[in-house]
């Protein structure tokens, strides 16, 4: 057995001397036999009939030799079989993130090229205006989440310092170094202070490499993304590995590159879960006659979703100002920070709007099939130009799941969802001013039914949503009897179809506020006859 290990270790080693070989040699070799033989490598990684002892031996004897693809750029499935980083692949994914980010800034509006002191283009923390942080300065904890190509831990920072480098290049010397721009005064990263995280491309990633190349041009044009973009209710960039885009994925180390972000605690998809399940608690009849006759509670938890929505909306409205699109609008990619506040957050997809990609109608030529299908617009599905109007879209199926608290589609194939939604215009039906949904405002009615308009002509601007939207809460906070209570699905709503204060004896707001009259006229006339009964007495 330590002979066929040998004879493996030998034949593995013999496989990289093709890049040892002299120049005289070089000029003797044909092209094709100058190749390394990749299918004699890819059946070696991947034989899965050797006994596990045997396994693990040429694993071992394998290990011993100096790494092969230090010396070859083409053996790759080599360290895939092994479950290694391949620095070939590093090098090339490193390189594909380079060239991402020199075309997110050509033509580019809010996008400057991060060109260094020496004229080359790099992604770090002082060319990005954020801290530039080590590796080693970190705590890094428990995965918080994971994604098509990151994974997200909690971190902490270990020391007071940041690193920073001097206008040489050189790395400063000074032990305790605080580097935060102007617009991230309001970020610290001190040690214990605050918690946030930390986010870097996945090892089962890395190790194939083209997902390799994908997650880091992915991950490289977020952080330039972060960088440019302030907005209260959008995830905050504090800062990015010390070495850099091209140098931390060429290192081919987990974590050489990362992004530090605010730490998100839940996404608006488990608060739209405890929304439902108040809802259900709210909507209980004895619940509702001993705690919250006057539907303050329900009332507050309407506000509530409204004013998130409203948040929501901002936030996207902010990125067409800026001309971008976001393109993966839904409630996964939507958190709450330690303070509650709404963040949106993955901007993996989001894409500005060039004006060498405009049409003579407009719109642009963007790829197609481009997010998550339960909230990708029908002009997006068909590979159709588009522009900002699909996030109107995106956000009417998000407005209508935080209405309702319910998941729109759920259980549709794609098959399905392309038949009947994309090419059959079917929206899930609102029934609205009778049925389960007849206490929704009108507007807010109004508002979901054009945003997921199957003509995006129809479709409004975040400008106009976030002004419906602000106004519906301010109404529905200024008037005491617009909302009158929650519907069977746990929908809030004011009374009547109109939004007014109407008080019909027929619909349900106003029968239910007959009820609480009636209750508590009994409840007065029982107590004056037990005082009646006492005095008698």
């Given at each position: 057995m330590l002979a066929l290990a040998a004879n493996e270790h030998n034949s593995m080693s013999g496989a990289h001397t093709h890049n040892t070989t002299t120049e005289s040699d070089n000029e003797k070799l044909s092209p094709v036999k100058d190749r390394p033989p990749l299918r004699r490598h890819r059946t070696e990684c991947n034989r899965s009939t050797d006994p596990p002892a045997f396994a693990l031996r040429?694993?071992?004897?394998?290990?011993?030799?100096?790494?092969?693809?230090e010396h070859a750029d083409h053996c790759v499935s080599t360290c895939e079989g092994y479950g290694r980083v391949c620095p070939a692949s590093a090098r090339v994914a490193s390189r594909t993130a380079h060239l991402a980010v020199g075309r997110l800034c050509v033509g580019s509006s809010i996008f400057a090229p991060p060109i260094t002191a020496d004229g080359s283009v790099e992604t770090?923390?002082?060319?990005?205006?954020?801290?530039?942080?080590?590796?080693?300065?970190?705590?890094?904890?428990?995965?918080?989440?994971?994604?098509?190509?990151?994974?997200?831990?909690?971190?902490?920072?270990?020391?007071?310092?940041?690193?920073?480098?001097?206008?040489?290049?050189?790395?400063?010397?000074?032990?305790?170094?605080?580097?935060?721009?102007?617009?991230?005064?309001?970020?610290?990263?001190?040690?214990?202070?605050?918690?946030?995280?930390?986010?870097?491309?996945?090892?089962?990633?890395?190790?194939?490499?083209?997902?390799?190349?994908?997650?880091a041009a992915d991950l490289a044009i977020e952080a330039q993304f972060l960088s440019a973009l302030q907005h209260p209710h959008i995830i905050k960039l504090?800062?990015?590995?010390?070495?850099?885009?091209?140098?931390?994925?060429?290192?081919?180390?987990?974590?050489?590159?990362?992004?530090?972000?605010?730490?998100?605690?839940?996404?608006?998809?488990?608060?739209?879960?405890?929304?439902?399940?108040?809802?259900?608690?709210?909507?209980?009849?004895?619940?509702?006659?001993?705690?919250?006759?006057r539907g303050c509670k329900r009332r507050a938890m309407l506000i509530e979703r409204l004013r998130d929505a409203a948040d929501l909306a901002d936030a996207v409205r902010y990125l067409h100002s800026?001309?971008?699109v976001y393109r993966d609008l839904k409630p996964d990619n939507v958190g709450y920070d330690s303070q509650g506040v709404l963040k949106l957050f993955d901007f993996g997809l989001a894409?500005?709007?060039?004006?060498?990609?405009?049409?003579?109608?407009g719109t642009y030529n963007l790829s197609g099939n481009t997010g998550s299908k339960r909230y990708m617009a029908p002009e997006v599905a068909l590979y159709k130009p588009y522009d900002e109007r699909v996030d109107a879209y995106s956000f009417g199926v998000v407005l209508y799941e935080i209405s309702s608290m319910e998941k729109?589609?759920?259980?549709?194939?794609?098959?399905?969802?392309?038949?009947?939604?994309?090419?059959?215009?079917?929206?899930?039906?609102?029934?609205?001013?009778?049925?389960?949904?007849?206490?929704?405002?009108?507007?807010?009615?109004?508002?979901?039914?054009?945003?997921?308009?199957?003509?995006?002509?129809?479709?409004?601007?975040?400008?106009?949503?976030?002004?419906?939207?602000?106004?519906?809460?301010?109404n529905i906070q200024?008037?005491?009897?617009?909302?009158?209570?929650?519907?069977?699905?746990?929908?809030?709503?004011?009374?009547?179809?109109?939004?007014?204060?109407?008080?019909?004896?027929n619909s349900r707001g106003g029968f239910r506020t007959k009820l609480a009259q009636k209750m508590r006229q009994a409840a007065c006339l029982k107590k004056s006859r037990n005082q009646e009964s006492a005095r008698m007495a």
């Open positions: 040429r694993h071992r004897s394998a290990q011993q030799v100096a790494h092969p693809c770090n923390g002082q060319q990005l205006g954020c801290a530039s942080v080590n590796l080693e300065d970190l705590d890094i904890g428990d995965i918080l989440g994971r994604g098509g190509f990151s994974e997200v831990r909690v971190a902490t920072m270990k020391v007071n310092r940041v690193c920073s480098k001097t206008k040489e290049g050189k790395d400063d010397a000074i032990p305790v170094v605080k580097v935060l721009p102007a617009n991230h005064t309001s970020a610290s990263v001190s040690k214990g202070e605050n918690q946030y995280a930390f986010k870097a491309l996945s090892r089962r990633v890395m190790v194939n490499a083209n997902s390799f190349k994908r997650g504090h800062g990015v590995a010390a070495e850099g885009a091209e140098a931390g994925f060429a290192s081919g180390r987990a974590g050489g590159f990362f992004l530090l972000i605010d730490r998100l605690y839940v996404t608006l998809e488990q608060r739209i879960s405890t929304w439902r399940d108040l809802s259900a608690k709210y909507n209980g009849m004895f619940y509702r006659a001993s705690h919250d006759l800026q001309k971008i894409k500005e709007l060039k004006s060498r990609r405009r049409n003579c109608k729109p589609f759920k259980d549709w194939t794609a098959g399905k969802h392309k038949e009947e939604v994309v090419e059959g215009r079917f929206r899930p039906k609102i029934e609205h001013p009778h049925g389960i949904h007849s206490f929704w405002p009108a507007p807010l009615v109004d508002l979901i039914n054009v945003c997921w308009a199957h003509n995006m002509s129809r479709r409004p601007d975040f400008d106009l949503i976030t002004q419906v939207l602000d106004k519906l809460c301010g200024g008037k005491e009897g617009q909302v009158r209570g929650i519907g069977k699905t746990g929908s809030f709503a004011s009374n009547g179809s109109s939004g007014d204060n109407s008080d019909s004896s």
